[in-house]
């Protein structure tokens, strides 16, 4: 294979918040095994030598490693995983992200972030007030300041940093305000992604967010962010960036976006693999790094079932003016009866913004002529 990305989860579900959404937590308590352990150094070298070995010459690897919160495996860990990876380096790319709430980063894991070309993607949820209410730390304490604080740190040292909001159904009526407030943190990337309730389950939770919400959240979002674009300042949101990558013709950056699940592995604690990070549950479980090789894995039956099911569609985006953009969005999204719950959410945006993406795209491609 020419590309291969790898989730990597090097603390399983282990976390130093008790964020009240965590989709993760949630799952993890729906398998066996809760929390599979540390990423072990042997399990570590395993994962490289098997990913090196599954990718051809002149293509890349991407490891990204998430959580529960991944910083919990030390920083001596992830010392170890890039000196074991120049120790076997072939004639291939390597990318390395980390998604983190941001708690436990200091000036060391800035300068190893910067010297190592970690992208670093940070939790953080708009505002002040929405983030304190759910993103609480072990004594139920908000984390804004701290986060915050951490986003300033790795912006001194360089650091190519972007910023990840949670849209719950509180932060959805404020979406201009979240906006100007992630902004006014410096210039970084953002990405904005519905509040997942729990498995199985829709609405019924304080943060559940509704479809109406979240339609008229990335209204506003857009308008904000069209503002910015027409004084000449671009802020890359992935939502919108997928769209005008559609939009001129190239492949969008998300499997959201695709019309397809994403054909990559995430890996456990314990060196089980699985298709999808939404989906570390006991029935997906693919094999595992000690007896198997990615090619297995990612040829399993399991797998094939998986990237199946996420072929399909919902009924109706047959007739939908904005498949060609929509595309059916995330499977995690879909209700019992095989369509998006978000559905409605998405055709309120498209109808109100098209015109204005599509103006967006024109302008974007005459910039980069």
């Not at 976390?15 to 042997?42: P, W």
């Not at 910015?228 to 005008?244: A, M, P």
Request: proline share 4%.
């Amino acid at each position: 294979m020419k590309h291969n990305t790898f989730l990597v989860k090097p603390a399983s579900s282990l976390c130093n918040l008790r964020c009240r959404y965590c989709f993760y937590d949630d799952v993890s308590n729906s398998r066996a095994c809760k929390n599979m352990g540390l990423l072990s150094h042997e399990m570590a070298k395993e994962l490289i030598e098997k990913a090196f070995a599954a990718t051809e010459d002149g293509g890349s690897v991407h490891f990204l490693f998430q959580g529960g919160e991944p910083t919990l495996a030390g920083l001596d860990f992830f010392r170890f995983f890039l000196e074991t990876e120049r120790s076997m380096q072939r004639k291939i790319s390597v990318f390395h992200s980390i998604q983190t709430n941001g708690i436990c980063l200091d000036e060391e894991w800035a300068s190893f972030f910067k010297t190592n070309s970690f992208l670093v993607g940070v939790s953080l949820d708009g505002t002040r007030e929405n983030h304190d209410l759910y993103r609480m730390d072990a004594a139920g304490q908000g984390t804004w300041d701290k986060v915050t604080s951490t986003i300033a740190l790795l912006d001194a040292y360089g650091v190519e940093t972007n910023l990840l909001c949670v849209v719950t159904g509180q932060l959805a009526r404020k979406p201009q305000r979240a906006f100007k407030s992630l902004c006014e943190l410096g210039r970084h990337d953002l990405q904005f992604i519905p509040c997942l309730d729990p498995l199985d389950t829709i609405g019924g939770q304080a943060y559940s967010l509704m479809p109406e919400h979240y339609g008229r959240f990335l209204c506003g979002v857009f308008d904000a962010w069209y503002d910015q674009l027409q004084r000449g300042n671009y802020v890359s949101v992935r939502n919108f960036e997928d769209y005008l990558r559609i939009l001129l013709g190239m492949p969008p950056t998300s499997c959201a976006s695709s019309g397809s699940c994403g054909h990559y592995l995430t890996v456990e604690g314990d060196g089980s693999l699985y298709p999808c990070d939404f989906y570390v549950l006991d029935e997906w479980k693919l094999g595992d790094l000690s007896h198997c090789t990615v090619e297995d894995a990612l040829d399993s039956p399991v797998s094939r079932m998986f990237l199946e099911q996420g072929r399909k569609r919902p009924a109706e985006c047959a007739a939908c003016a904005y498949q060609p953009l929509c595309r059916g969005g995330c499977k995690r999204d879909w209700d019992a009866a095989g369509n998006n719950r978000f559905c409605t959410a998405y055709r309120q945006f498209f109808a109100y913004a098209l015109p204005r993406l599509q103006t967006a795209a024109r302008f974007l491609a005459q910039q980069n002529r």
